[in-house]
């Protein structure tokens, strides 16, 4: 196996770029959709909100966040490294589902921050590894 890990790693990228431009009879590209496993949530002060404006929520929104987490809704969540925001990997089968996740927050309440929705799955080309029996699950 370990003689395959500097193949896959030339070649996902590879794949994944001839999967989103793979095209159909039309010629037009097609893109296979993963199935959605989790939302990456992308979050931002709204334009004209204020440090002091967040920093008077987060008390509040740390102990909603800690009982989303322990609720099993949140997996993970991040500061961001360039310091704009945070970053959550919320346990949803869709952006809708994350979204009303996140709406319960209070920093959304408030509406103070942007939020991005990212539905993200298991990476495609990993299905070429186990072969046609996989392609189907």
């Known amino acids: 196996m370990k003689p395959m890990i500097p193949f896959l790693m030339a070649a996902i990228p590879a794949a994944s770029f001839a999967q989103s431009q793979s ?3 039309s010629g037009v590209p097609s893109v296979a959709i993963p199935k959605t496993t989790a939302v990456l949530v992308l979050l931002t002060p709204r334009k004209g909100v204020t440090p002091a404006q967040i920093m ?3 008390p509040v929104e740390v102990r909603e966040t800690v009982k989303l987490y322990l609720g099993g809704k949140i997996r993970e969540w991040y500061s ?16 809708d589902e994350a979204r009303a996740i996140m ?29 046609p029996q ?4």
């Open 23 to 25: 095209g159909g009879a």
């Open 56 to 58: 008077d929520v987060i």
């Open 80 to 95: 961001r490294g360039d310091g704009k925001g945070a970053i959550f990997l919320v346990d949803a089968k869709s952006e």
């Open 103 to 131: 709406e319960t927050l209070p920093l959304a309440k408030e509406h103070l921050m942007d939020h991005e929705y990212i539905p993200v799955g298991p990476l495609m080309p990993l299905r070429a590894l186990v072969g």
């Open 134 to 137: 996989g392609q189907n699950e």
